[in-house]
């Protein structure tokens, strides 16, 4: 079957350290992956795109690397502020599917303590 | 201001009852969306528009039902045949003149069947 994994568990972080998320997926030909930001009873908001053929972006204070190989992307936060807790959903659109049809992991809670 | 307004904000609803989510956008997107969110899920597709008068079923189709008369305009039924309504709601739209195929949340619908 095919899945797109991010970690449940919340992220405790520090402010001032970097936060590091993780996307596994399995059984997917990305086309590209995507990451938003969700704030408690709101719409996403999107980040960050990445393709296939790329690597790393960056934007900001953020970091996408994306390794298809390993099948994973990693989002990270540097410099994590208060401002920044909130959950952060990844998503997919595959090789297969027509355009702008996403697949979504459930996400993960980031919280930043000053 | 350009952006995607959804409404109800809270909808509550017997069993048994049709009702309607509203959900408009002014910002000129050709593509439009309906995701359903629930506790510890990520957000599943139900149906999408590429075109108006044209929708697809996203993966979890059964018991909802849509229309695209208007380029503005996407508004989702949620029917007597959902088996468990209770959830958040989201609607999205996006174009194919971005270059990140980025997704435009609205607010939400939080939807509970009494």
């Known amino acids: 079957s095919q899945k797109i994994e991010q970690n449940s568990e919340a992220l405790n972080i520090q402010e001032g350290k970097t936060a590091t998320l993780t996307c596994n997926y399995t059984n997917y030909s990305p086309a590209y992956l995507q990451w938003y930001r969700q704030d408690p009873g709101r719409g996403p908001v999107f980040l960050l795109l990445?393709?296939?053929?790329?690597k790393e972006k960056r934007k900001e204070r953020l970091k996408v690397t994306f390794d298809t190989t390993l099948k994973q992307s990693l989002f990270h936060i540097t410099a994590s502020q208060p401002a920044d807790s909130a959950t952060y959903l990844c998503a997919l659109r595959r090789t297969t599917d027509s355009w702008g049809k996403l697949q979504f992991g459930a996400g993960t809670q980031v919280v930043v303590t000053p | 201001d350009g952006g995607i307004t959804q409404s109800p904000k809270y909808l509550f609803r017997k069993e048994g009852q049709n009702v309607t989510l509203s959900c408009e956008q002014n910002l000129n997107h050709d593509a439009m969306y309906w995701y359903r969110q629930d506790p510890g899920q990520g957000l599943r597709l139900i149906y999408y528009s590429q075109i108006v008068n044209d929708f697809q079923k996203g993966d979890i189709a059964e018991g909802y039902s849509v229309s695209r008369e208007k380029k503005e305009s996407f508004p989702l039924t949620v029917t007597s045949a959902q088996k468990n309504p209770t959830a958040f709601y989201l609607c999205a739209s996006s174009t194919y003149r971005s270059s990140y195929n980025e997704q435009f949340f609205g607010p939400g619908t939080r939807l509970t069947v009494l």
């Open positions: 990445i393709r296939e053929n790329e």
